[in-house]
């Protein structure tokens, strides 16, 4: 039961949420503002290790192969470094790395490469999209005819490499990890059945990937029409940024809320300000 009283908090409110490296404090917060966060990883990270694409960027960086590199995660950062030190020191393929134009796509992995160190050109702005790379490189280092490696995340951004050729690169891609399904997925069930039955008043989504195996294992476990159902007319949704809500727009699920600034404190405390004021009053 939730506290009449206290309009500003998540008094009693339960809250899924479906963050996997951060989930211990994403619950955190959620009770801070006095919610019951129920955790469901819907992902987990598969390092790619010394792939031959990521070797070939390696050899590429210390051959002065690449005139650009854009790190698009700060785990992505830490994934490529742990696998090209089981072949070389940090020292050479920094030397490599530092005879090009860095470019971070936002704090994350501007901080992971500072830890190297390494030096960052150009920090993307939020809300840290493809668009906003897009637009910074458009202003500030134009890259037809330039070579540029991109570091991706758990799946291909094809829509940054489109526009990367588009404008004349020649983009090398960098997979470093892949997304794939938790291993233990009994909490990810067990949330689909509360949702679906319309016992969770909120749930965040902080990024697209986790609303795509949501729904895949909403669809294997025969709930996913009573889950759609549930979050629009029960249940409140908050998103961590663009690219997520468009993804959960895509999906036919509504986005409640998002943040002006796409962080997960910022997620949590526009939850506990508003969520009353989004209160469903769909069918039970």
């Known amino acids: 039961m ?11 409110v339960r809250v899924a949420v479906f963050e996997a490296r951060m989930a211990a404090p994403t619950a955190d917060l959620v009770r801070k503002h ?45 994934y490529l470094t742990q696998a090209i030190e089981t072949r070389m ?28 160190p390494a030096r960052v050109d150009l920090l993307v ?8 790379t897009l637009g910074l490189l458009d202003s500030r280092l134009p890259v037809k005819g330039l070579r540029v490696a ?17 404008r004349g690169a020649t983009v090398t891609r960098v997979p470093v990890y892949r997304w794939a399904l938790p291993e233990d997925l009994e909490p990810l069930r067990s949330v689909i059945v509360e949702i679906a039955e319309r ?20 669809g294997q476990e025969g709930r996913e029409a009573d889950l759609r ?9 908050g998103s961590i940024g663009p690219t997520t809500s468009e993804v959960l727009r895509a999906s036919g699920i509504p986005v409640d809320l998002e943040p ?4 997960l404190g910022h997620l949590v405390s526009l939850l506990a300000a508003r969520w009353r004021s989004l209160v469903k009053a769909g069918p039970q």
């Open 2 to 12: 939730t506290n009449p009283g206290d309009a500003s908090s998540l008094a009693g």
């Open 34 to 78: 006095g919610g019951v966060p129920l955790s469901a990883p819907a992902l987990r990270e598969v390092p790619l290790g010394a792939s031959p694409a990521l070797i070939a960027f390696v050899d590429g960086l210390i051959n002065n192969e690449f005139d650009v590199v854009i790190f698009e995660t700060g785990v992505g950062v830490r």
């Open 89 to 116: 020191s940090r020292e050479t393929w920094l030397e490599g790395l530092a005879r090009t134009r860095v470019v971070a796509r936002g704090p994350k992995p501007a901080v992971a490469l500072r830890e190297l």
């Open 125 to 132: 702005p939020e809300p840290n999209t493809w668009h906003q």
């Open 150 to 166: 991109l570091q991706e995340y758990g799946k291909p951004n094809l829509d940054l490499v489109e526009g990367l050729n588009r």
């Open 199 to 218: 016992r969770v008043e909120a749930a965040l989504f902080t990024s697209a990937q986790q609303v795509e195996h949501l729904l895949l294992m909403a």
């Open 229 to 237: 159902t549930a979050f629009c007319t029960h249940t409140v949704v």
């Open 260 to 263: 002006e600034h796409p962080k």
